[in-house]
């Protein structure tokens, strides 16, 4: 399962792992068709019964769930000097408890395949960056915490969770905020690459973190 699969990174960890023979099941907010190796469902990280549907009808079309990728994310610009807080009750929402909501149903399903869990997270997640980003900042170390905790609770199930760090990647989210230059961003396939390698490793392989940073 890969949320926010219709662009950007998501699209690039979807192509590369299409590429590797995975089956895959894509969460979207405006589904595109099925085929007989990817199955498209709807989930909008802020409507949570599209979790549940999504992740019911992943393991009646497959019968096994073998990975879940946390991808789908918002970036609102939302600085610190602020007050007001609904911008980042936002960005927390769809960054932290989207993933908190698909983390918590698959869990069990993971734990009968020893699969892996792979939260796309930034560099965000683990230092304050850009001042103008303080909201999003915040609900990334949300979702470090997330990855966590997820690792504390997969790890007696033969689960393994990894958080992915990196710094700025070429997608619409990097382009739509002033000072992001492309050629100093990564290519979304450099971040799908290293989540297909994660996927890759044999199960009790523990890599709790890769961060991929741009200088
Ligand atoms: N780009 C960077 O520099 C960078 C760096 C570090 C980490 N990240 C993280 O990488 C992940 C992917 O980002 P990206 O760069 O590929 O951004 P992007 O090009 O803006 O794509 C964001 C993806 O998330 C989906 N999404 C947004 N809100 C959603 C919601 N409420 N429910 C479900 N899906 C939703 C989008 O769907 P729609 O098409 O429907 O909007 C889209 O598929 C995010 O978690 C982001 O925080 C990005």
């Given at each position: 399962m890969i949320s926010g699969a219709n662009r950007g990174i998501g699209a690039a960890i979807a192509h590369a792992l299409a590429e590797s023979g995975w089956r895959l099941s894509l969460g979207m907010r405006r589904p595109q068709a099925s085929d007989r190796r990817r199955l498209v469902e709807r989930y909008d990280a802020?409507?949570?019964?599209t979790a549940e549907r999504w992740l019911a009808a992943t393991v009646r079309a497959?019968?096994?769930?073998?990975a879940l990728v946390n991808n789908a994310g918002v970036l609102i610009p939302h600085p610190?000097?602020?007050?007001?807080t609904e911008p980042v009750l936002d960005m927390l929402r769809v960054n932290a408890l989207g993933p908190w909501r698909l983390t918590s149903l698959a869990l069990p399903h993971l734990a009968r395949t020893g699969g892996r869990i792979v939260d796309i997270a930034s560099i965000s997640g683990l230092r304050a960056t850009v001042p103008a980003e303080a909201g999003y900042c915040v609900s990334k170390f949300a979702m470090m915490g997330l990855s966590a905790v997820a690792a504390q609770a997969a790890r007696p199930l033969g689960v393994g969770v990894t958080a992915v760090c990196p710094g700025w990647v070429d997608t619409d989210m990097a382009r739509?905020?002033?000072?992001?230059?492309p050629e100093g961003a990564l290519d979304p396939a450099v971040v799908a690459r290293a989540v297909r390698d994660v996927l890759q490793q044999?199960?009790?392989?523990?890599?709790?973190r890769i961060i991929l940073d741009v200088p």
């Open positions: 802020r409507e949570p019964a497959f019968g096994r769930l073998d610190l000097t602020a007050p007001d739509s905020l002033p000072g992001v230059a044999p199960s009790g392989v523990d890599i709790p």
